[in-house]
T-cell receptor, first 113, second 111 residues
Framework: NAGVTQTPKFQVLKTGQSMTLQCAQDMNHEYMSWYRQDPGMGLRLIHYSVGAGITDQGEVPNGYNVSRSTTEDFPLRLLSAAPSQTSVYFC????????????FGQGTRLTVV | TQLLEQSPQFLSIQEGENLTVYCNSSSVFSSLQWYRQEPGEGPVLLVTVVTGGEVKKLKRLTFQFGDARKDSSLHITAAQPGDTGLYLCAGATNTGNQFYFGTGTSLTVIP
């Protein structure tokens, strides 16, 4: 039972490079989201999706793009990496947003130099 | 500024002591959850509370949702080293589509 799978686990980028963080879930969940975790700030919502073809911005969307072409996959794209995007990124999925359990991937530790 | 503020940010206590972690907001939430996160892992759900004034107990952990649904607390009785971790509260807006996490409380229980 895979749950939520994120790849890669670690990544180092140079400033200005682009990359895609992958997220896949096998629980047929409609709601998926991306968070970044920085010391002392908990998790901050970047983008979320309530179903295939539907995405919306969270608290800190600038510099990131998402798409949701299938129920299973929700990739996060960094368009032009900046040192301020150094963080740990978590993908989560849940049956629906309201009050349901969110299942998290193991995270991607990204360093931008 | 974050929607959900937790206090304290860090807590280091001896095994057997009691502690309370607070989660506060000026916004009303339709539901409030508590998660626990261990190093190198994603958060894992502990409990969900949905009714103002609700109290839930999970073994030595007691969770309370404020009457006005703007705040919550987590109380741990007789803390054990296995309780060590980062505790996060999370609230859902009325639409349920945006899920906000608190700033986190890092708990260390010393044997």
């Amino acid at each position: 039972n895979a749950g939520v799978t994120q790849t890669p686990k670690f990544q180092v980028l140079k400033t200005g490079q682009s990359m895609t963080l992958q997220c896949a879930q096998d629980m047929n969940h409609e709601y998926m989201s991306w968070y970044r975790q920085d010391p002392g700030m908990g998790l901050r919502l970047i983008h979320y999706s309530v179903g295939a073809g539907i995405t919306d911005q969270g608290e800190v969307p600038n510099g990131y793009n998402v798409s949701r072409s299938t129920t299973e996959d929700f990739p996060l794209r960094l368009l032009s990496a900046a040192p301020s995007q150094t963080s740990v990124y978590f993908c989560a999925s849940s049956l629906m947003g309201y009050g349901t359990e969110a299942f998290f991937g193991q995270g991607t530790r990204l360093t931008v130099v | 500024t974050q929607l959900l503020e937790q206090s304290p940010q860090f807590l280091s206590i001896q095994e057997g002591e009691n502690l309370t972690v607070y989660c506060n907001s000026s916004s009303v939430f339709s539901s409030l959850q508590w998660y626990r996160q261990e190093p190198g892992e994603g958060p894992v759900l502990l409990v969900t509370v949905v009714t103002g004034g609700e109290v839930k107990k999970l073994k030595r952990l007691t969770f309370q949702f404020g009457d006005a649904r703007k705040d919550s607390s987590l109380h741990i009785t007789a803390a054990q080293p296995g309780d060590t971790g980062l505790y996060l509260c999370a609230g859902a807006t009325n639409t349920g589509n945006q899920f906000y996490f608190g700033t986190g409380t890092s708990l260390t229980v010393i044997p």
